[in-house]
C-alpha cells in the first residue's frame, strides 16, 4: 500500500510538472504571437502612410498638369509665339501624365521613370517661361496673373508633398530595417521604398513668373 501510494504521488508530481511546462510553452507561444502581430500593423500601417503621402504627391502633380491646357491655349493667343516650345510643353506633359506608379511598387526604376518625366515638363515650362519674357502684353493679361498665382501655388505643395513624401519613406524604411521588424518584413515581404532623389535646388520651389 505504501509503495502503491508513493507511485500515485509521484505520478501526480510528474503530471503537474508536465502541465506547468504546458501552460510556460502556451503562454510564450500567445505572447510571441500577440508581439508579432504588433509589429506585423504597426508595418501595414507605416506602409499605408507612404501610400497615403504617395497619393498627395500624384495629386499635386495632376493638379499641375491640369493647369497647362489653360496656360497653352492661352498662349496660343499670341500670333507670334514659338510653336516648337508649345510643342515641347504639350509632350513633356503627356510623357509625364502618362507614368504611373502603384505606391506597392515604389522602388528605384519606377520612381526614376516618374522623376525623370515630371523633371521633363518642369524643364520644357521653364523654357516657356523665358520665351513668354518676350511678350509683354501676354504677361499683362488677367488669364497670366491667374495661371501665374495657381501655378506659383502647385509648386510649392509640390516641393511640401514631395519632402512630406519623402519623411515618410524614411520612417518606413527606418523601421523594417531595424530588428525585430527587419525578420517580420522579410517573411511578410514588406520591401525597402524610394525617396524622391535630392536635387540641387530642390529645397526652394521653382519660381514661375510671367
Known amino acids: 500500500m505504501y509503495f502503491y501510494t508513493k507511485f500515485l504521488t509521484l505520478n501526480k508530481m510528474k503530471l503537474s510538472k508536465v502541465w506547468i511546462i504546458l501552460i510556460v510553452v502556451v503562454a510564450i507561444i500567445v505572447i510571441l504571437v500577440i508581439w508579432g ?12 502612410n507612404v501610400g497615403k503621402a504617395w497619393a498627395n504627391v500624384e495629386n ?5 498638369s491640369d ?9 496660343k493667343g499670341v500670333a507670334d509665339f514659338e510653336k516648337s516650345t508649345l510643342t515641347d510643353v504639350i509632350e513633356a506633359r503627356a510623357k509625364a501624365t502618362s507614368v504611373t506608379i502603384d505606391p506597392a511598387n515604389l522602388n528605384a526604376q519606377s520612381m526614376q521613370q516618374f522623376q525623370a518625366a515630371q523633371d521633363g515638363l518642369s524643364s520644357a ?3 516657356l517661361m523665358v520665351v513668354v519674357e518676350r511678350y ?19 509648386e510649392n505643395r509640390i516641393s511640401v508633398e514631395r519632402m512630406k513624401f519623402n519623411e515618410t519613406v524614411q520612417a518606413y524604411n527606418t523601421y523594417i ?16 521604398k524610394t525617396p524622391f532623389e535630392a536635387q540641387a535646388g530642390a529645397e526652394v520651389a521653382p519660381k514661375v513668373e510671367f
Request: aromatic residues 10%; glycine residues 6%.
Open 136 to 154: 509683354p502684353e501676354l504677361k499683362a493679361t488677367q488669364n497670366f496673373l491667374e495661371l501665374q498665382a495657381q501655378l506659383e501655388g502647385t
Open 177 to 192: 530595417r531595424s530588428f525585430p521588424a527587419a525578420v517580420f518584413a522579410g517573411m511578410f515581404g514588406f520591401e525597402k
Open 67 to 75: 493647369l497647362i491646357p489653360n496656360l497653352v491655349a492661352t498662349v
Open 125 to 127: 515650362l521653364s523654357r
Open 37 to 48: 502581430t504588433g509589429i506585423y500593423n504597426k508595418m501595414v500601417a507605416q506602409d499605408e
Open 60 to 64: 499635386v502633380y495632376q493638379r499641375r
